[in-house]
Nanobody, 129 residues
Framework: QVQLVESGGGLVQPGGSLTLSCTGS????????LGWFRQASGAEREGERE????????????YYADSVKGRFTISKDNSANTAYLHMTDLKPEDTAVYYC??????????????????WGQGTPVTVSS
């Protein structure tokens, strides 16, 4: 049974930093791509989640949404079955519930939420003074 568990969310002031973790089990952690997505309040469906960043757990290739380039860094530790999203210079518009998800799709770099096979439960991030 595939499980993804996020942690690390919380309240942070604008300009602050936060690191999210996603620990996986029940699948070969060297194979799929793992993405971080976010869902702002008012978005109801999984298909409305915005792709933030994605990493191939095998070769380590990474991709970022334009809105977070230069501020967010995705990384992985295969020995710990864990991926991370290090977020810096956070802005109020980064406020959302952040989800990790895995996909086996070939063109995973498009970060299409409809192609995510398994999701975690989400962790909330609030950027506010």
């Amino acid at each position: 049974q595939v499980q993804l568990v996020e942690s690390g969310g919380g309240l942070v002031q604008p300009g602050g930093s936060l690191t999210l973790s996603c620990t996986g089990s029940g699948f070969d952690f060297n194979y799929p791509a793992l993405g971080w997505f976010r869902q702002a309040s008012g978005a109801e469906r999984e298909g409305e989640r915005e792709g933030v960043s994605i990493i191939h757990l095998g070769d380590g290739l990474t991709y970022y949404a334009d809105s977070v380039k230069g501020r967010f860094t995705i990384s992985k530790d295969n020995s710990a079955n864990t991926a991370y999203l290090h977020m810096t210079d956070l802005k109020p518009e980064d406020t959302a519930v952040y989800y990790c998800g895995i996909t086996y799709a070939g063109s995973y770099w498009y970060m299409d939420p409809r192609r995510i096979k398994h999701w975690g439960q989400g962790t909330p991030v609030t950027v506010s003074s």
